[in-house]
């Protein structure tokens, strides 16, 4: 028996377990994972540390090297993130409607852990901890499969974790992580019928797109983030250049970082030489549409291609637009329905973005960066869901549970 297959059985296993434990159970496993995080952070560093040598040794950009890198405010965060889950109502058993027929059935709709959730995910350790927990609190048990640029953090992690469970009671290896970093082992991950019964890929578009055409477990398509920011002609100035930058400069690596910037072109006169300073003086490649070019020379002309890029790096698509309008038919073109962000204090162009833009999130005078479960208030996330399935947006403890009724009665019988 494989790898996979060994570890999907125990998972089975574990989640039986998980089921029955309350809530009191779930919240001392997770104040142990906690504390367990910070006793254990020099060792925590010390294996990631070789994960990062590797990823310079192989060339790795600096901005992947960023999501990779584990350090003592970031081993910190993770376990305050976990504190979060505590307190955090737990899900199952919530009754979520009912109601009595006239026959006499009462009828009642309870949220259920989904049971084995594997999640594929690349070069960022902290994915392990926020799913652990997550999936811990929901009492569904997890198949991990991070990358091999993260092989040395996530063993490590996951060895944190799993004796801090059996500290408290817990069986062995609660949490499963597939060593193995073959490709094989994805294939076979998703397609282990039987055992696991939801699959979330959390990477780039290349894993994404892999795991979406070969899975024949359920999956949930997350991350793939080419979000906009538009600029309406009644935008308040004085926020334009903060929001510009916090969208793309201040974490430019991940999925709610802007990739585009659509101006409308009656403000595009006052703003825009403003902005493409000020993305300059941060290294940011630009690249636009012709009227774009007429403010700075150094812009490239993009094409279509480029403004259907994420690229996840220090480069930005700009669209001059004539209208609101147009602005929504570009996204609706290009966007990938993660995060979308209007700046402007016109409600009715507020409403009409809010209405027409077809995405997860829509920030309003905001960041897309907060798109995020942490800063949603959900302690973690598994990933941000840019489906239209039961979960949509930042995944959090509601949306790894499903449902299922219990119906009672007295002896009817159906006619």
Same mark, same amino acid.
């Given at each position: ?161 799993? /004796?801090?469970?059996?500290?408290? %009671? $817990?069986?062995?290896? @609660? !949490? ?7 490709? *094989? #082992? +994805?294939? /076979?991950?998703?397609?282990?019928? %039987? $055992?696991?019964?939801? @699959? !979330? ?7 994404? *797109? #892999? +795991? ?204």
């Amino acid at each position: 028996m494989s790898e996979v297959q060994t570890k999907a059985k125990h998972a089975k296993e574990i989640s039986k377990f998980l089921n029955g434990i309350s809530t009191k159970q779930k919240n001392e496993g997770l104040q142990a994972i906690a504390a367990a995080l910070i006793a254990n952070s020099d060792y925590l560093i010390s294996e990631n540390i070789k994960d990062v040598l590797l990823g310079e040794k192989k060339a790795m950009s600096k901005s992947i090297l960023d999501r990779l890198t584990l350090n003592e405010s970031r081993i910190q965060a993770m376990a305050e993130g976990i504190q979060i889950l505590v307190s955090l109502p737990d899900p199952i058993g919530e009754t979520m409607e009912g109601w009595k027929r006239p026959n006499g059935l009462d009828i009642v709709k309870k949220r259920v852990p989904i049971g084995v959730i594997g999640i594929i995910y690349e070069a960022r350790p902290n994915v392990t901890v926020d799913v652990a927990g997550l999936t811990l609190k929901s009492s569904n048990a997890v198949i991990l499969r991070g990358s091999s640029s993260a092989a040395n953090s996530n063993i490590a992690i996951v060895k944190v974790i799993n /004796e801090a469970l059996l500290s408290v %009671g $817990y069986p062995k290896n @609660v !949490i499963s992580l597939i060593e193995e970093t073959d490709r *094989k #082992t +994805v294939q /076979e991950l998703v397609t282990c019928n %039987g $055992y696991v019964d939801l @699959v !979330i890929p959390r990477g780039g578009a290349d894993l994404i *797109k #892999t +795991v979406v055409s070969t899975a024949s477990v359920p999956c949930i398509e997350t991350g793939l983030g080419n979000c906009h920011l538009y600029i309406d002609k009644f935008a308040n100035e004085d926020i334009i250049i903060p929001l510009v930058l916090n969208c793309k400069v201040q974490k430019p690596s991940v999925c709610n970082a802007i990739e585009s910037l659509l101006i409308h072109k009656d403000i595009a006169p006052k703003v825009l030489p403003k902005i493409l300073q000020a993305l300059k003086e941060h290294k940011v490649e630009l690249i636009g549409c012709e009227e774009t070019k007429t403010y700075d020379p150094l812009v490239k002309l993009a094409s279509d291609e480029d403004y259907a890029t994420e690229f996840l790096d220090y480069k930005i698509s700009i669209k001059v637009v004539e209208d609101i309008s147009q602005a929504i038919t570009h996204i609706s073109r290009f966007g990938t329905k993660h995060t979308e962000g209007i700046i402007s204090e016109d409600y009715t162009a507020i409403e009409t973005f809010k209405t027409q833009v077809d995405a997860s999130t829509i920030m309003v005078n905001a960041s897309t960066r907060f798109t995020d479960g942490f800063e949603f208030g959900f302690g973690a996330e598994m990933g941000i869901s840019t489906q239209k399935t039961h979960a949509r947006g930042p995944m959090g403890l509601n949306e790894l549970t499903i449902y299922k009724y219990i119906v009672s009665g007295n002896g009817q019988i159906r006619s």
